[in-house]
C-alpha cells in the first residue's frame, strides 16, 4: 500500500485508502467512518486472513491516516489489538515530503483531530509500537558518486559551493529560470532523442501551464472532453438547484472539489496522460498509470465514447470511458459528474513524483517550491546528473525538517547509532 496512486503503481500495490475503504475527502482527511455490514464482510473476504501489510512512502501518511488504518483493521479482524495485530512493515524518509495539511506518523494526534476526526475523548501513540531500522546503501544513484553525495548534503539542508556547482551545470535557458517555451523545447527534443522525459513542477498550477503549453507544441488537432454533470440531490427548491450550479461552474479546473474530475479535458493524439482510478489491478492498470493517448473512438452521433491508451509496459491499447464520480456542489447538495479517469501528465507535481526513479527529469527546483524535503525528493528522482535538467534552483528553498531530524536522531539513539544526523 502507499499514500498516492503513483507511488503504490510503483510498488505494483493499491492505495491505503482503495485497500481499506478509508473516506476519502479530497480537501482535508474525511472523519472516521465504520464499514457498513456489506462492507466489512467484503473486507473480512480479502484481508481477514492477511498477516503482513508493507506500506510505501510512510511519510506521505498523516499520524491520524495512520490512526485509520489501526481502526480498520480492529474493524476487520474483530481484535483491539495495534494494528488489528497485523505484522506491518512501513519503508520511507522523513526527509522527504510530509502529508499534505496534516502531522507525519512520529507526531502525535492534536486534540482537535481527536475530537474532530475520531470523534473520542482521547487517544494513544501508535508510532512507539513500531522498530526502527535503517537502510544505508544509496542504489538509485550508485552510479554517480559526486550527484549521491550532493543529494546525501541537500536531504539535510545542506548546500554548500560544491553542491551548487555540480547542481549549476544541469541548468538550461538563458535567465535564471527556463520559460515554459525553452521547457517545451527541451521535452520535445529529449524526445527525440528516444528519452522519457517527465516533468516535475512544485504545484498543480505549474503542471497545468506546462501541460497545456506541450499539449498545443505536440499537435494541432485537439479534442475536448466535457464533463456530464447532474444533480444528485433531491433538491425541490429552484434556487439551491440554480445555486448549486453556480457553484459547480465557479470550481472550473479546481479538480479537488469535484472529486479529481476536471470540468473540461482537452487532449490530443500523442497526449501523455496518467490514469486517475484503478480500472484492473490484476493487469497494473491503476490510479497513477502513464501512457500516451493513442486514438479516440466515437459514435455515429459524433460523441466520443472511448479514448485508446498506450499504457507504459502495456502490450495492448486499453480502453478508457468515463468513470462516474460523486461530490458536493452546496452543503449536503450532491452532484455526479461523468468524465474520462484521465489527466495531461508530460508534467507531474513532485508530491506525485515521491517514489519514482527516472533516466531523465526537467525539474523545477526553484523559487515556486515550498517546504521542507521539496528540492530534494525532486533532485533524487533521477538516476544521474546527467538526467537531470533544472528550470531553476534556488539554493534558499532547499530545507530540512528539523523535526524529522530530531526524531530520526530519537531513533538511532534508540538503536545505538553512532552518530547524530545534525
Ligand atoms: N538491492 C538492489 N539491487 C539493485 N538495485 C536496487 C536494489 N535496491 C534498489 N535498487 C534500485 O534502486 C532504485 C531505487 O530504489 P527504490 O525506489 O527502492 O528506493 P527508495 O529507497 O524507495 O527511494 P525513495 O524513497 O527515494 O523513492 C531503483 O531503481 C531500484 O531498482
Redesign the pocket.
Known sequence: MAPTGLAAHSIKGVTIHRCLSLPVDQQTTAKYSSLSTEQLLTLRKTLGRTRLFII?EISMVSSLMLMYIHLRLTEIKSTNFPMGNANFVL???FL?LRPVSANPPFIPLTRLEIRNRLGSMGSFNLWHEFEYDE?TIN??QKNDKPYADTLANIRLGNCEEQHLQCLSTRKFGCMSRATSEEITKLYCNLCKEGKVPVILMPTNDDCRLINNTLLKETSSKHVTLTAIDCLSSVVRNKRIEEEAAKSVSSFADDCKRTAGALTTLVLSIGARVMLQRNIAVDKGLVNGSMGYVKEFKSIPSGEIVSVLVQFDGQDQLTSIGRATVRFEALKEVYYTRKQFPLQLAFAITIHKS????LECAIVDAGSRCFGPGMIYVAL?RV?TSAGLHLVELDPSKIIADMEAISEYNRLRRILNFFHVLL
Not at 354 to 357: D, F, I, K, P, Y
Open positions: 510505501d519503508f520511507g524518509d522527504q537502510l542504489m538509485r515521491q517514489g519514482l526513479s533524487s538516476t
